[in-house]
């Protein structure tokens, strides 16, 4: 996918080209220009190894002789550009503070247009950098180490850190916004957006998002999202989106989302569904609106080992919705185990824990499998524990539900209103079988 960081950028010589003069006078110059003290404010740190896939080797004794002689954010920041950035660069190189009250904006932000592709930028262990404006990281294959360290956003509406360019990866960072007031649709009010290909959020939290805690959109592909937590957001935990395309989510955990906890949604206006996304091992522990883990539109989407708790809707949703999201049919979805419980809380939602939900007419949800499930305190008073339903215009076909164990739920363990379009076998409720007939 093209990115603003496919334009072509000025290549930074190299210490061995520039020579230490010629570093240092690059060093000055900016010195000179930001109004820098040179006296030694502030001393410029000396470049440490990270634990991260992008670590590099000590910087050249060129640089170790730089830091020495002057010091300054200017005078550093202007020589890991100079020198082509190949050692782990700290953001404090560019003026940033991390004392959660200066607004660092402007020198995170600086940071990340500065230095050249392959940097390790490292935010500092344990601070927490103030941002009032979006932040944008668009140099391909930079790596942020954050290693603890946290972005707090100043405005609910310009919350986001931008994944932009090819590449990225974000390690060991929190991203907060401490103060909400209300549901925020625009992707600026999410924790981290991703809209450049190849990206990789490892150990990422986000914890408060006026809207989805991280979002994945614009045809992002080859995306891997590991060991990233979500609580208290405003919209969806995880939002997948835009026909983005062969991704792998792994361990995710959200909690107490605005709406769907884990999902994967094809709009329409997209002009293509989403496809290829496995999410492995989702926890959702409850949302106060939506559903647990969703295939809202989307082709060869699987969930696996899921655990869902204490949803306001259905544990599971999968298929389609017509007037006002208008989706693309759910295609080729498999949740393959788990358990699910205490789904559908809300009375005035009846979903069920499991509804396959074929709502987009002029389309088809097809070959849908729900297997290897328990399934246990769905709201008593809700109309199945399990279900399809398709709508006036729409249609389905091929949804198996087998292998499921249902406990202290609904009346009913199944319904459907299209019976041939359903398989269902190997289903108990309280350990007796439910016959495959049973539904229609």
């Known amino acids: 996918m093209t990115s603003p960081a496919a334009l072509p950028r000025p290549v930074a010589p190299s210490v061995g080209h520039l020579g230490l003069a010629g570093v240092l006078a690059l060093a000055l110059a900016a010195l000179a220009s930001t109004g820098a003290p040179g006296g ?34 200017a005078v550093a920041g202007a020589a890991a550009v100079a020198a082509g950035a190949s050692w782990p660069v700290p953001v404090e190189s560019f003026g940033a503070v991390g004392d959660g009250v200066t607004d660092d904006t402007a020198a995170l932000q600086e940071a990340f247009d500065s230095v050249p592709p392959g940097t390790t930028l490292v935010l500092r262990s344990g601070a927490a950098y103030l ?101 208290d957001s405003r919209a969806d935990g995880i939002h997948m989106t835009g026909a983005v395309q062969d991704g792998r989510v792994v361990s995710p955990v959200t909690t107490n989302t605005g709406d769907d906890g884990v999902a994967v949604v094809s709009y329409r206006k997209d002009g293509a569904p989403s496809e290829r996304v496995s999410i492995e091992s989702p926890t959702v522990n409850g949302t ?21 708790r204490d949803t306001d809707a259905a544990g599971v949703y999968v298929g389609s919705e017509g007037d006002p999201y208008w989706t693309y049919p759910a295609v080729g979805v498999l949740v393959d185990g788990g358990t699910v419980t205490g789904a559908n809380e809300n009375p005035d939602t009846d979903h069920g824990a499991v509804l396959v939900f074929a709502g987009n007419p002029g389309t088809t949800t097809a070959d849908v499998t729900v297997q290897g499930l328990t399934i246990s305190g769905t709201r008593s008073s809700a109309p199945w524990d399990t279900g399809v339903l398709v709508a006036p215009g729409a249609d389905a076909e091929q949804v198996t539900f087998t292998d499921l164990a249902l406990d202290a739920g609904p009346e009913a363990p199944f319904w459907t209103n299209e019976p041939s379009a359903v398989q269902v076998s190997d289903v108990t409720v309280d350990g007796a079988e439910v016959p495959a007939s049973q539904g229609g």
Not at 202 to 226: E, K, P, Q, S, Y
Not at 291 to 296: D, K, L
């Open 40 to 73: 030694g404010d502030r001393v410029a740190p000396t470049p440490a190894a990270v634990d991260a896939p992008h670590a590099r080797p000590d910087p050249p004794s060129g640089g170790r002789l730089l830091a020495g002689l002057v010091s300054g954010a």
């Open 288 to 308: 106060t609106w939506g559903r647990g883990v969703t295939v809202v539109g989307g082709n060869d989407i699987t969930y696996t080992d899921v655990t869902v």
């Open 131 to 231: 941002h009032s404006a979006v932040l944008t990281v668009d140099t391909a294959d930079t790596t942020l180490s954050g290693d603890g360290a946290t972005l707090v956003a100043g405005d609910e509406q310009a919350s986001t850190l931008q994944v932009a360019a090819d590449g990225v990866t974000v390690e060991g960072l929190t991203l907060t916004t401490p103060e909400i007031s209300q549901r925020w649709d625009p992707f600026e009010t999410t924790g981290v957006w991703v809209t450049g290909d190849s990206a990789v959020l490892r150990d990422v939290h986000v914890r408060g998002a006026g809207g989805a805690g991280i979002a994945v959109t614009d045809g992002a592909r080859d995306f891997l999202l590991d060991h990233v937590t979500v609580a």
